[in-house]
């Protein structure tokens, strides 16, 4: 067992020792390279303020225009952990968990193929005050990212086949907090 292991260090020596080898043949770099030209800074486009809108349907819309390529729509709930009572301690967590699953007029599977069908995907996160639905997309992609994130946060469906995967990802999380680093702790002194 120990020859063969020689023997890969050695093979493996010999071969790193061609890569550096062939690595200081190359142009070193205190020279020009030549063969690109260089290209010149673009000014950073004007950002507009943010606007904030008040919807007849009491919904406040807030938006910003960056003039950049990729977009984001985000959708925050006042429900977070603040908002719990003792009774309903962990709920936020488990709504956060559920975004994934199936809703009423979609399917899990169908909710991630139209995600990534336009490349992007759900990203979902909760805090002390909110939970958060977000989607990061390319800018003509409004209409199906909208759609698809009022489906998930509208109609979310609780099907019994699917609370078994939430479940799991609920156990995975409580695992891998440690009760000594404090974090069980900083989230229980606010």
């Given at each position: 067992m120990s020859v063969l292991v020689r023997n890969i260090a050695r093979r493996s020596s010999l071969l790193?020792?061609?890569?550096?080898?062939?690595?200081a043949a190359a142009v070193p770099l205190t020279e020009p390279v030549t063969s690109f030209q260089s290209v010149e800074p673009q000014p950073k486009s004007q950002t507009e303020g943010v606007k904030i809108t008040k919807l007849s349907n009491g919904v406040t819309v807030a938006t910003l225009e960056n003039y950049d390529v990729t977009s984001r729509v985000g959708v925050f709930i006042r429900a977070g952990s603040r908002y719990e009572g003792y009774s309903h301690r962990g709920v936020t967590h488990l709504l956060r968990h559920c975004a994934s699953i199936s809703s009423r007029s979609r399917t899990m599977f169908r909710i991630t193929r139209e995600l990534e069908e336009i490349g992007t995907s759900l990203r979902t996160y909760n805090n002390r005050e909110h939970i958060i639905y977000s989607i990061d997309y390319l800018r003509g992609n409004l209409q199906p990212v909208v759609e698809t994130l009022a489906s998930v946060?509208?109609?979310?469906?609780?099907?019994?086949?699917?609370?078994?995967?939430?479940?799991?990802?609920?156990?995975?999380?409580?695992?891998?907090?440690?009760?000594?680093?404090?974090?069980?702790?900083?989230?229980l002194h606010h």
């Open positions: 790193l020792g061609r890569v550096r080898f062939s690595a946060v509208c109609e979310p469906a609780f099907y019994r086949w699917e609370i078994p995967t939430v479940k799991d990802r609920l156990f995975h999380d409580l695992e891998s907090i440690s009760p000594l680093t404090g974090e069980v702790d900083h989230r």
